[in-house]
């Protein structure tokens, strides 16, 4: 089980932390990413870590702005989203797709391959 939480309402410049608990999977053996998907869009890939915590960065709008990070003692995912704007709002979604702990080359590649997902939480950004 992927359960995000974090999401809310915040302002334009501002920081937002989200936070993956993840069940049921292993650390060593799934590359963790996020997602987002704002309103009529389709789902998009931003980032994803391997099990060594090296981590991949899909989408050129969060570069900079987006890292993704992991606590393997406490089978957590975070996205730490910083200087966020109008445009980051969407629903933002945890995703673990079975890699033997790498991540896929490309974000196209997270369909074709064995992907779980949360339910998603929520972020919005006020101009």
């Known amino acids: 089980q992927l359960m995000e939480s974090g999401g809310g309402l915040v302002q334009s410049g501002t920081s937002l932390t989200l936070s993956c608990a993840v069940s049921?999977?292993?650390?060593?053996?799934?590359?963790y990413g996020w997602f987002r998907q704002g309103a009529g869009k389709e789902r998009e890939a931003l980032l994803c870590i391997n099990n060594n915590g090296t981590s991949t960065t899909y989408e050129d709008s969060v570069k900079g702005r987006f890292t993704i990070s992991r606590d393997k003692a406490d089978n957590t995912v975070y996205l730490q989203m910083n200087d966020l704007k109008p445009e980051d709002t969407a629903i933002y979604y945890c995703a673990a797709v079975w890699t033997l702990g790498t991540c896929p080359d490309a974000n196209n590649q997270w369909s074709l391959l064995d992907t779980h997902w949360g339910q998603g939480t929520q972020v919005t950004v006020s101009s």
């Open positions: 049921g999977f292993s650390m060593e053996y799934y590359g």
